[in-house]
């Protein structure tokens, strides 16, 4: 938000949106699905947020405020510079590492190019072990019987055996302690194994990835993919580790090396069966590896190779038989994307706790919405009437128990403490072995949207899962957490079109992420107890869910969100404001507390984030701090 907007702006915006939602709940939900009267809301309900984009949150300044897009992404080739030398120098015990490559009939001219790439690294402890797979390319042929260069290997398969068999020979010839994959029309940057042997030697690594971005044709870089550290869940959705892999050798021989049948996916199977022996996954966040967009390859589109994506799904249903796990795979919402839909091993009751102060029009959406689109049968609605006093609100509580068994309502008239009102329901009434935490002005869209939280909730590793949330024009409101953007947290593609990809299709798989919104919440009962429930004392009403899925965390458990629990939140026709003087401080209280309750991290930054992305928008975009450290020269 700029930094221009003074407080008197803000504060019109408020009162605004203050006579806006006097207007009957009914009428405004009507209103909502405008698509044109949705974004004058949302152009008030905003001013809700501009506090935690100042620079007294986060310390942002005016030059950083500005949206860096993807689109404007270049990369600028790394200099040896005496630091980097020196460090260079300080690797112990320097690893051999064998960068192992299949050719078939490539262009020699990006062959020449990859080649060139191995032999410019700083770290000069590489062997480079080529296998070419019976290629009809006279020039290729030629090309690969010019190489002089002791280090580099060659050998000619007679029959043309496939990718995976080609790379097999390749790693038979290997005789360093790791392994890097490389395409034959790839190019590494100079630093690649320069930051790679550091990372081995500094952090005894089995697993190395980094950052890539793609080449076009007339060598100019676009489409860099900043990837999250290691996230189990979003591995199973895409293979977004890819490039630059680099993996202990003695675990690819464990495993059988690649698998023959599974050419498309070759590099996916052997990750999979790789990461089922370690633990030890190491992410470098700079880019590495520059794949390149020759037409009709996967870096072009991936649609473009069909047999490539049911290669990934045969892999990730391998994988699960080899897990013991009962899942199916299915494509997922984009190319180059799969779903691992878990079986519901049991039918488990959750307990779904809706809180409220009257508007009884939202809380009848609510509940019908939940009674008429869930497929799952094994729940009970518990509602948390909070000082409510229309007598609508009663009838329409009285309604609604009349039309189903399993809804229930209780009061606890305190002051309103979101925390403290929820963890009353849990404590005092749930009686579900999943607790599902759910805004009253949520409105379902996906039927099977409690399998779909329950499917992850029920794993032992997982502690919190969320869903997908929209607004009534169809805007995204969540698609997960990201912690410290905009000092503290943020929503992850808010206000993005509902059906775009988003940022390597990040809002349409499941993933691991920090944090995810307390609006729509599944964790196990159990777990929410260990943890002592959401923060009563501290975070009365900003950020507690963000600080229990982060308490969660840190007891070892996996969050997860899942895509495929969808729903309307009618968040920005129905909430109000921190507008007192007492509310800003309790506001500026809970900032506080988050800042110093959840420093480690903040400061060193979400791990299912990138540093090179920005903290300042939910966009995905450049961070200021990319730029500075990029410039063209």
């Keep these: 938000m700029p930094q221009f907007i003074n407080s008197a702006t803000i ?123 019976n290629s009809s390319n006279v020039q290729t042929l030629k090309y690969l019987k ?37 395409d034959h029309d790839d ?44 996230s189990p869940d979003m591995f199973l959705s895409q293979n977004y580790l890819s490039h630059l892999g680099v993996i202990k050798k003695e675990l690819i021989d464990q495993v059988g090396g690649f698998t023959v049948g599974l050419e498309g996916a070759q590099d996916y199977d052997l990750y999979l069966k790789v990461l089922e022996h370690t633990g030890k996954v190491v992410h470098i966040p700079k880019v590495l590896y520059h794949w390149r967009k020759i037409p009709g390859s996967t870096a072009a589109v991936f649609d ?107 009061e606890h008239n305190v002051p309103f403490n979101f925390s403290e009102i929820n963890n009353y329901a849990v404590r005092n009434h749930a009686n579900g072995e999943h607790v599902l935490l759910l805004n009253n002005d949520i409105d379902i869209i996906s039927s099977d949207w409690i399998e779909s939280l329950l499917e992850f909730s029920q794993r032992n590793d997982v502690g919190v899962v969320g869903g997908k949330l929209f607004y009534p024009d169809g805007k995204l409101q969540h698609a997960g957490i990201i912690a410290g953007i ?50 009563a004392d501290n975070l009365k009403i900003a950020f507690n869910d963000v600080d229990f899925c982060l308490r969660i965390r840190e007891k070892g458990y996996l969050n997860v969100f899942t895509p495929y629990c969808e729903a309307i939140h009618h968040e920005s026709i129905s909430r109000g404001y921190e507008e007192t003087k007492e509310q800003q401080e309790r506001f500026a209280r809970e900032v506080k507390f988050m800042a110093k309750r959840h420093q480690e991290l903040l400061e060193s930054g979400d791990p299912y984030y990138n540093c090179n992305l920005t903290l300042h928008h939910e966009d995905f975009g450049l961070s200021p701090n990319f730029a500075t450290g990029n410039k063209r020269t």
């Design 187 to 230: 190019e590494l940057t100079s630093d690649a194994l320069f930051e790679v042997a550091k990372t081995i030697s500094n952090q005894g690594a089995d697993f190395i990835y980094s950052d890539e971005d793609k080449l076009e044709l007339d060598g100019s870089n676009c489409e860099p993919h900043f990837k999250p550290d290691y």
């Design 11 to 133: 504060r019109a915006r408020r009162v605004i949106h203050n006579l806006l939602i006097l207007l009957p709940q009914g009428f405004r939900t009507s209103l909502a699905k405008n698509t044109f009267l949705t974004r004058i809301f949302l152009f008030f309900d905003d001013a809700r947020y501009l506090p935690l984009h100042r620079a007294s949150l986060g310390e942002i300044t005016s030059e950083a405020t500005s949206s860096i897009p993807i689109s404007d992404y270049y990369y600028t080739e790394q200099e040896l510079t005496k630091p980097a030398n020196k460090d260079l120098k300080a690797i112990n015990n320097q690893p051999l590492v064998s960068i192992i490559m299949s050719v078939f009939d490539v262009d020699p001219k990006w062959l020449r190019l990859a080649v060139q790439s191995v032999e410019n690294q700083w770290f000069k402890h590489w062997e480079l072990c080529i296998v070419d797979d």
């Design 146 to 182: 010019s190489i002089q260069n002791p280090k580099i290997k060659v050998h000619f398969l007679p029959d043309n055996q496939g990718i995976s068999a080609a790379s097999n020979m390749a790693l038979s010839m290997a005789t360093g302690d790791y392994i890097a994959l490389m």
């Design 486 to 535: 905009g000092g503290v947290a943020g929503h992850s593609h808010k206000y993005q079109d509902g059906n775009h990809h988003g940022y390597f299709s990040r809002p349409n798989i499941a993933q691991n992420l920090s944090a995810v919104t307390g609006a729509c919440l599944m964790v196990k009962k159990e777990i929410f107890e260990e943890v002592g429930g959401l923060d």
């Design 304 to 410: 473009n190779k069909s047999y490539a994506r049911d290669a990934g799904a045969l892999a990730l249903f391998k994988a699960m038989q080899r897990r013991g796990v009962d899942a199916e795979v299915v494509d997922g919402k984009y190319p180059g994307t799969y779903r691992v839909k878990y079986a519901i091993t049991a039918l488990p009751l959750v307990s779904i706790i809706i809180p409220f102060k009257d508007k009884p029009d939202l809380l009848k959406m609510c509940v019908e919405s939940i009674l008429d689109k869930s497929s799952y049968s094994n729940f009970e609605i518990i509602g948390i009437s909070n000082n409510s006093e229309n007598t609508e609100t009663f009838v329409e509580m009285d309604r609604l128990k009349s039309l189903d068994a399993r809804i229930s309502f209780f």
